[in-house]
Every structure is written in structure tokens, then in C-alpha cells.
């Protein structure tokens, strides 16, 4: 039973609203994540534990408030749906890997060459295909490296 099974949520089948939704929702924690990230100097990969660690909390939390008569197997089926759509999520990003590589280099090499620094990545062919990232992306006093990283993040994986 993933979130937006629920009454309260918009359909995800080719909802327009619901996309809009999503992407605004999903852009506002994501800001907020990396603000308190910086705030409190956390390394990505401890943050995508915890991130990864709430959203299981509250998929538990969502199954147990959101359903007329919870019990333990049914919770055991959402988990295992649960696991399933993460394992999607997974396999949707792995096949962006080379636009999303693509673009965290590009913005790295926006963000060196605006930093007068020169270009900090090798080129690659398929970063020439890449949409223009460094305009959309937040100022932080993090590294080139880590700043270009987040911009590129902050796109996918998209929820399919």
C-alpha cells in the first residue's frame, strides 16, 4: 500500500495534479534535508541511512493509521510491497545513472569554471546531452564537488 493509495492522495495514474503535487512536495524536504544536513555538517550517506530508515517508520506508521483493521500480516504484505517499489525506485535509477552522472559533472564544471578554478571532471560524450543543471541549484557553502553532486540529486530518482 504505497502512500498515495490512500483517500486523502491524489491518483498517480497520469494525474497531472498529482504530479505536481509530488514534484513541489518533493523539492520543499528536499531543500529542507540538505539544509539541515549542512547545519549540522552530516555526511550524504548517513543521511540517506536516516532518510531511508523514516521511510520505512512512516510506511509502518501510514499502514497502521490509514487502515481500518491493521494486523501483522498485513503489515507484513505492505512491508513487502513496500520493498518491491523500493527495489523499482532502484532499477528506474540505475538506468538514469549516465544522465545523472552526465549532469552532476556538468554542474561540477559550471561551478569550478565560475569559481575561476577550470574544470574539475573529465568530459565525457554523453555529458553534451545533458540538460543544463547549474542554473537550478542551490547555494551552499559546500564543496564544488558536493554542490554539483546535489544539483544532479535533487532530479532523480523521480517516483515513476
Known amino acids: 500500500m504505497s502512500g ?7 491518483p498517480e495514474d497520469g494525474d497531472e495534479g498529482y504530479d505536481e503535487a509530488y514534484e513541489a512536495h518533493r523539492a520543499a524536504l528536499w531543500d529542507m534535508l540538505m539544509a539541515y544536513a549542512d547545519q549540522h555538517d552530516l555526511a550524504d550517506g548517513f543521511l540517506s541511512d536516516l532518510v531511508s530508515d ?3 517508520s512512516l510506511r509502518m506508521v501510514a499502514y497502521a493509521a490509514e487502515t481500518e483493521r491493521p494486523s501483522v500480516g498485513g503489515l507484513r504484505l505492505d512491508l513487502d ?9 532502484v532499477r528506474e535509477a540505475k538506468k ?3 544522465e545523472f552522472i552526465a549532469e552532476a559533472k ?7 569554471a565560475a ?6 571532471a573529465e568530459p565525457e560524450a ?19 564537488e558536493k554542490t554539483a553532486a546535489l544539483t544532479g540529486a535533487r532530479a532523480f530518482p523521480r517516483r515513476q
Open 4 to 10: 498515495n493509495d490512500f483517500h486523502a492522495n491524489p
Open 54 to 56: 523514516l521511510g520505512l
Open 81 to 89: 510491497r513496500y520493498a518491491r517499489e523500493m527495489g523499482e525506485s
Open 96 to 98: 538514469g545513472a549516465g
Open 106 to 112: 556538468a554542474a561540477r564544471d559550471a561551478e569550478a
Open 115 to 120: 569559481e575561476g578554478e577550470g574544470t574539475t
Open 126 to 144: 554523453d555529458a553534451a546531452q545533458a540538460p543544463e543543471v547549474a542554473e537550478d541549484r542551490t547555494e551552499t557553502a559546500a564543496s564544488p
